[in-house]
């Protein structure tokens, strides 16, 4: 079968939002899927064509870098070849171009496939307007898909905007795929813990993630020799970073900036935690796959109140649910979490493993794509 999927961003920018197609596009091509993927092109050293993990990857110029992605106006012109010799299109949302080319997938008599990640939030005064528009961009985009996937029922339920297209609607949890751990580096960290409790978090360092509640509740929190440990990028001189390491400072909280990690380092971390806290406030953040990786660790997770943010923890039982933007109530889930030992068992462990299964994953969507045709 071969797939077009639409994408404003690619490797070697793998956000969030860009790695669950990537994850997709990299199983379903070792299943015998032939995938092109259609992105932009972000960067001037980046190839104009190029394959990644047996998928090839066509990044397109832009006019005009605007927020949320890309002007250009001559896209549709550009992948019309690549539509019609496709059995299919997948359209990773949100996004401006991708309408160009489900109008193309129509007219062409394709079968088409919508990703709905999240909302789009720039925020302030002018992002609001960009905000509107790409969100309605999303919302034909929406119409004329054959099929919509999206993570979780409880998120999609939360909003007007798919919810309405509930018959086409198909819940796949995110891909998951299993963390190596790396011996040496997980010595390392073990050594460097000692007997200190190391409460986790793992992601980029931005507003949207509700940081610095976080730094309040471990300065609430009754815990023993707390230690904040991050893993994920942070430049110094942004100025959310700053803001967070000035909080950290002043609530005098031990802290360990390990940056970003991958693959055995990023094992050796999960591996090492006590506990993952996942403290986000804001409406981009609909899932968390971090979580699912630390319960595969067996480790118990505190994540906020939102919809979807919520589910691993709820179908799980590992760990605990805590009101967004709530520095009290995130400070009382961590000490239940960390002074009682029956959060996690294997039992649950074993459930965990279950429904975060990457093969289950590329399964369903199988089942989807031949479904289509």
Partial sequence: MKISLISTYWSPNVTGIVKYPYRLVKHLSEEGFKIKVLTAKFKRDLPANETIDRAEVRRLSGLMKIPGGFLMPFYPFRIYRDIKNSDAVVVNLPNFEGLSALILARLLKKKTVSIYNCDYGIGGPAGKMFDWLLNAFVFFQLALSDRIVTHTRDFAQSKKSISRFNERLIYILPPIEPVPVDEEKFEELKNRKGGNIWIGYSGRIISEKGIEHLIDAVAQANLKDPVLVFAGLHSAEDPYSKKIINRLVEKDIRHIFLGKLSG???????????????????????????????????????????????????????????????????????????????????????????????????REWKALLHDLR
């Fill in 264 to 362: 055995g380092a990023l094992g050796a971390f999960y591996k090492n935690i006590d506990c993952l806290v996942l403290p986000s406030i804001g409406k981009t953040e609909v899932f968390g796959m971090v979580q699912a990786e630390a319960m595969l660790f067996g480790k118990p997770v505190i994540a906020t109140d939102l919809p979807g943010v919520r589910v691993p923890v709820q179908i799980t039982g590992m760990g605990k649910i805590a009101k967004a933007g709530n520095s009290k109530d995130l400070a009382d889930k961590m000490e239940q979490v960390l002074n009682s030992g029956d959060i996690v068992n294997d039992e649950k462990r074993e459930y965990a493993s279950k429904i975060f299964d990457i093969n289950l994953f590329v």
